[in-house]
């Protein structure tokens, strides 16, 4: 990573990291605080393990890249793993824009996450991926363009959705996800709109059972 840390506490205030071949951030048992940054050609955004990592109108931009060659390597925007290790508050994306990417936007492996007033378009994966455990709320939030725009996958993780649109994706709301795991969390969303989605609005489908 550009940018690694363990067991410290570091704000970017105004910070551009561009047309790296690793990580933008790798940081692990972290405080992170991030206002208007802008991180665009790297391999990832950034992975956060057991980490408070708040974003607030930040961008996210052709991860890894945006030579128009489909490539999965896990290439996310942000990969937000496990609640943080000091506390109960949840990590925060607010205001904040995902564009382009080879895999997911934002991938939610067992971690407690808002996000509020974000919008995510183009990604060969998810928009929003989640799974393990734990809840991620995601309000008031725009995802278009994705393979899937919200996914709630193995494990079992608590989604909440509200006030959002999911609009031109190939399926709009997914539960359920690729692999031959249990599902066992739960979508629960509200005065939102899922809607010309190519191949399914909302689709419950869990390929260990062939079935709901």
Same mark, same amino acid.
Request: overall charge negative; proline content about 3%; hydrophobic content about 30%.
């Given at each position: 990573p550009v940018l690694r840390g363990t067991g410290c506490e570091v704000s970017f205030d105004h910070v551009y990291i561009f047309n790296n071949p690793g990580k933008a951030f790798g940081f692990s048992r972290s405080e992170v605080h991030m206002?208007? *940054?802008? !991180?665009?050609?790297?391999?990832?955004?950034?992975?956060?393990?057991?980490?408070?990592?708040?974003?607030?109108? *930040?961008?996210?931009? +052709? !991860?890894?890249? #945006?030579?128009?060659?489909?490539? #999965?390597?896990?290439? +996310? *925007?942000?990969?937000?793993?496990?609640?943080?290790?000091?506390?109960?508050?949840?990590?925060?994306?607010?205001?904040?824009?995902?564009?382009?990417?080879?895999? +997911?936007?934002? +991938?939610?492996?067992?971690?407690n996450v808002i996000i509020r007033n974000c919008v995510i378009d183009g990604f060969d994966n998810e928009g929003v991926a989640t799974s393990n455990m734990n809840s991620i709320q995601i309000l008031n939030t725009l995802v278009t363009n994705c393979e899937q725009g919200i996914e709630a996958g193995y494990g079992s993780p608590q989604v909440a959705i509200d006030h959002c649109l999911m609009i031109n994706n190939?399926?709009?709301?997914?539960?359920?996800?690729?692999?031959?795991?249990?599902?066992?969390?739960?979508?629960?969303?509200?005065?939102?709109?899922?809607?010309?989605?190519?191949?399914?609005?909302?689709?419950?489908?869990v390929v260990r059972y062939g079935d709901p």
């Open positions: 206002d208007s *940054c802008l !991180i665009s050609r790297c391999d990832t955004g950034g992975e956060f393990e057991l980490t408070l990592a708040n974003f607030t109108n *930040c961008y996210f931009m +052709d !991860i890894p890249n #945006d030579d128009g060659v489909e490539f #999965d390597d896990d290439n +996310d *925007c942000l990969y937000l793993v496990m609640p943080w290790a000091g506390g109960d508050s949840p990590t925060v994306l607010e205001n904040c824009v995902f564009i382009e990417g080879k895999d +997911d936007g934002i +991938d939610h492996n067992g971690a190939e399926t709009g709301l997914r539960f359920g996800d690729w692999y031959n795991n249990e599902c066992e969390g739960s979508i629960t969303m509200t005065n939102s709109i899922s809607i010309n989605n190519s191949s399914h609005n909302v689709w419950n489908y």
